[in-house]
């Protein structure tokens, strides 16, 4: 290993690791020893809780001997596109596969997941976080990064360069290979396609500018940043979005790579290549987009594949508009220590479900085996009453994220525009909000009132002062504001309206999936407590992420915070509009002037438009550095001093599984920012029932 990947680890504060101790020349002979996190057998590893495989059997002097799902055959015929005869499992699995250790014993195949989601793009993140890979991955420490679909990477000296090596004979989930071209594939030819995503995502560039994808090899592959940004490592660690697509498959459809590409795609119905490539990558980075199964049914018996190929732990196999069904990949790159290829579970059944009172029921009837998203602490006493004769555990944990809320201060109402962007109004608001009530009532005495600082947990860089920045319950404090900001009584009924004379009145819409209900209700009384006129109303996720796109919103509710690591790779959370489609935003046309360089949108105030420069170089400081701290002091100053999100309380969310279901280990936290189950390899849970 070399000293700069140490290096990275250290600079983002990734713990140290352990190499492997034991030590051996005699000829691997012996079968290996099934060890589990639980008894390890006196062996250890470069990473926790897993193993390369040349290193697992120099460690226990051993020699793997390969097994496969008994019911992988028939799983395999369910997948229309695959070969449907296939190769013996030490074929498809790579030369290299990453050797899994199980918590707390090898597992059992067979059986069906069944989870639940809120609809087709909504609520999915929990279920889609259980077959999901990329090149890395945080471990269960949440400090350490190891690899995954890579084998190794390397960074240079001052993090302009990162280079993956990947697993020899690494395979699609329809036997193809996977190599580095599939990485330049993704990058080149998808991420930086306007014909295929408008925009480039923040997380594909370093300081607005693109990086560079070079392939070495078929295992090699090289990025070439055009400036440091250590923190690219932590977002293959951590994001949904994939480092890789299959250029085998997706490639085809593309004019770059095939003359024929729009001929071939209208073969098969559509209007052209890009139309293809929409079907099957659905033109997002969002991995759980409607499969040409469910958007282009009328389609799907003269398509070559339902779906393209993957290299997560599942496929998808059926999509309607009451869920989706999934069959474990054939060729999935993980084993056990036993040699077993992995996932254990065959199939995952994913229900949709967008009331809440029918989610918990459905929990609480034991119809579910694992839930986490969406499931909010006002939830956990019923939860808990119903565990024992349920047969599951419900452990809460600490959030990463915090329930905040935003007023929209490029409000298509421009008087709404004027008042929403009056500081003196937004400190109003924010003092008049009772957060000790709030933490009694919707987080039952167990949380901590809190600012939102845009980092998660805060940083050594960030002032205590601003956890409470204008956090006090302070009502003659808030009506005071008001009155400085114009927003008065003008007619005598009691509530406030606009400066021009119009009634103020604000509407929360908002989604349980992003906020607690309980929340919101507490913060409109709070808000019409001084006056302020203040409607609540529940809408579906893709409803309320709708009316933020089009900038309909008066006030944006939703979870945020980030760490560290991930700011580091990440710069929207300080950059107009302050987020993205599945979370929270506010500012939507300061955004829109940014993107296009002033030619459409509003342009944003001084202070928004400092932290757009500060987070790119803040992303490419050396962390832990006089510079580096002072650039995130300064980041936390702008958007907290101007409470661009109002922080509320931050503590714990439910996490649910039945007891059927093994080697579930105890999460650290409940969060999307560490993509949910995906430190906790959920690839080696398995029933026992």
């Known amino acids: 290993m070399s000293i700069r990947k140490l290096s990275l680890l250290a600079c983002v504060?990734?713990?140290?690791?352990?190499?492997?101790?034991?030590?051996?020349?005699?000829?691997?002979?012996?079968?290996?020893?099934?060890?589990?996190?639980?008894?390890?057998?006196?062996?250890?590893?470069?990473?926790?809780?897993?193993?390369?495989?040349?290193?697992?059997?120099?460690?226990?002097?051993?020699?793997?001997?390969?097994?496969?799902?008994?019911?992988?055959?028939?799983?395999?015929?369910?997948?229309?596109g695959n070969p449907a005869s296939l190769a013996p499992v030490a074929d498809r699995l790579p030369e290299e596969p990453l050797v899994v250790v199980p918590y707390n014993s090898i597992g059992k195949y067979g059986g069906t997941l069944d989870a639940l989601s809120n609809a087709t793009e909504a609520g999915t993140s929990d279920l889609l976080s259980t077959r999901h890979v990329n090149l890395v991955r945080y471990s269960d420490d949440l400090q350490t990064i190891v690899p995954n679909v890579a084998k190794s990477w390397e960074w240079n000296d001052d993090f302009t360069q990162l280079t993956f090596t990947l697993r020899k004979g690494h395979k699609w989930s329809d036997g193809a290979p996977f190599t580095a071209e599939d990485v330049k594939f993704w990058y080149d030819d998808l991420a930086l396609d306007s014909n295929v995503i408008e925009k480039p995502k923040d997380y594909v560039l370093v300081a607005g500018e693109r990086m560079t994808v070079e392939v070495v090899d078929p295992q090699t592959v090289v990025f070439k940043l055009p400036a440091p940004k250590p923190g690219l490592l932590a977002h293959f660690a951590s994001s949904y979005a994939q480092g890789f697509q299959p250029k085998h498959f997706l490639g085809q459809f593309h004019p770059k790579h095939n003359a024929d590409a729009d001929k071939l795609a209208q073969s098969f119905g559509f209007d052209n290549g890009y139309a293809a490539i929409a079907a099957y990558y659905g033109n997002s980075d969002w991995t759980d987009t409607p499969s040409p199964l469910l958007a282009h049914a009328d389609k799907v018996a003269s398509l070559p594949k339902d779906v393209m190929p993957t290299l997560e732990s599942y496929i998808t196999v059926k999509d309607t508009t009451e869920g989706r069904h999934y069959v474990a990949n054939p060729y999935f790159h993980m084993v056990d220590t036993a040699g077993n290829q992995l996932p254990y579970i065959n199939e995952?059944?994913?229900?949709?479900?967008?009331?809440?009172?029918?989610?918990?029921?459905?929990?609480?009837?034991?119809?579910?085996?694992?839930?986490?998203?969406?499931?909010?602490?006002?939830?956990?006493?019923?939860?808990?009453?119903?565990?024992?004769?349920?047969?599951?555990?419900?452990?809460?944990?600490?959030?990463?994220?915090?329930?905040?809320?935003?007023?929209?201060?490029?409000?298509?109402?421009?008087?709404?525009?004027?008042?929403?962007?009056?500081?003196?109004?937004?400190?109003?608001?924010?003092?008049?909000?009772?957060?000790?009530?709030?933490?009694?009532?919707?987080?039952?005495?167990?949380?901590?009132?809190?600012?939102?600082?845009?980092?998660?947990?805060?940083?050594?860089?960030?002032?205590?002062?601003?956890?409470?920045?204008?956090?006090?319950?302070?009502?003659?404090?808030?009506?005071?504001?008001?009155?400085?900001?114009g927003v008065v009584d003008k007619d005598g009924d009691g509530k406030r309206d606009m400066p021009n004379g119009d009634r103020l009145v604000l509407n929360i819409q908002f989604a349980t999936q992003g906020i607690a209900g309980q929340v919101v209700e507490l913060v409109a009384q709070h808000w019409t407590?001084?006056?302020?006129?203040?409607?609540?109303?529940?809408?579906?996720?893709?409803?309320?992420?709708?009316?933020?796109?089009?900038?309909?919103?008066?006030?944006?509710?939703?979870?945020?915070?980030?760490?560290?690591?991930?700011?580091?790779?990440?710069?929207?959370?300080?950059?107009?509009?302050?987020?993205?489609?599945?979370?929270?935003?506010?500012?939507?046309?300061?955004?829109?002037?940014?993107?296009?360089?002033?030619?459409?949108?509003?342009?944003?105030?001084?202070?928004?438009?400092?932290?757009?420069?500060?987070?790119?170089?803040?992303?490419?400081?050396?962390?832990?550095?006089?510079?580096?701290?002072?650039?995130?002091?300064?980041?936390?100053?702008?958007?907290?001093?101007?409470?661009?999100?109002?922080?509320?309380?931050?503590?714990?969310?439910?996490?649910?599984?039945?007891?059927?279901?093994?080697?579930?280990?105890?999460?650290?936290?409940?969060?999307?920012?560490?993509?949910?189950?995906?430190?906790?390899?959920?690839?080696?849970?398995?029933?026992?029932?």
């Open 348 to 485: 995952q059944d994913e229900l949709y479900i967008n009331e809440n009172e029918v989610r918990l029921l459905k929990l609480v009837n034991s119809e579910v085996d694992y839930k986490s998203q969406s499931v909010q602490l006002p939830a956990a006493p019923m939860l808990l009453d119903g565990a024992e004769k349920g047969d599951y555990t419900v452990h809460l944990k600490p959030t990463i994220s915090m329930p905040v809320l935003s007023f929209n201060l490029t409000s298509e109402d421009l008087e709404k525009r004027k008042v929403f962007g009056n500081l003196k109004f937004r400190q109003a608001m924010s003092v008049a909000m009772n957060r000790d009530e709030i933490n009694e009532v919707a987080f039952f005495g167990l949380g901590e009132p809190k600012q939102y600082i845009g980092f998660s947990p805060a940083p050594d860089f960030v002032d205590p002062k601003w956890n409470t920045h204008f956090t006090q319950f302070d009502p003659d404090l808030a009506n005071k504001l008001l009155d400085e900001a």
């Open 13 to 80: 504060g990734l713990g140290a690791m352990t190499f492997a101790a034991v030590q051996s020349d005699e000829a691997h002979a012996a079968a290996c020893p099934a060890v589990t996190v639980e008894d390890m057998k006196g062996m250890t590893s470069a990473y926790p809780q897993q193993f390369e495989l040349a290193e697992f059997q120099q460690a226990g002097n051993c020699t793997v001997s390969f097994a496969e799902n008994p019911s992988i055959a028939e799983l395999n015929g369910k997948i229309r």
């Open 529 to 689: 407590n001084v006056g302020v006129e203040t409607t609540v109303k529940e809408v579906t996720p893709d409803e309320y992420r709708s009316a933020q796109s089009s900038n309909q919103l008066d006030i944006g509710a939703w979870q945020m915070g980030l760490p560290l690591p991930i700011v580091l790779g990440l710069n929207e959370n300080f950059l107009p509009p302050f987020g993205n489609y599945f979370t929270h935003r506010t500012g939507m046309l300061w955004g829109e002037w940014l993107e296009t360089n002033g030619a459409s949108g509003v342009e944003p105030p001084a202070w928004a438009k400092q932290m757009a420069s500060d987070i790119d170089a803040f992303q490419s400081a050396s962390v832990g550095t006089d510079a580096s701290n002072k650039l995130g002091a300064a980041l936390v100053e702008n958007l907290t001093g101007n409470l661009v999100m109002i922080g509320t309380v931050h503590g714990s969310n439910p996490i649910y599984h039945r007891n059927a279901l093994k080697n579930f280990t105890e999460f650290k936290t409940w969060s999307y920012e560490y993509y949910r189950t995906y430190p906790y390899r959920p690839q080696q849970w398995f029933f026992d029932e």
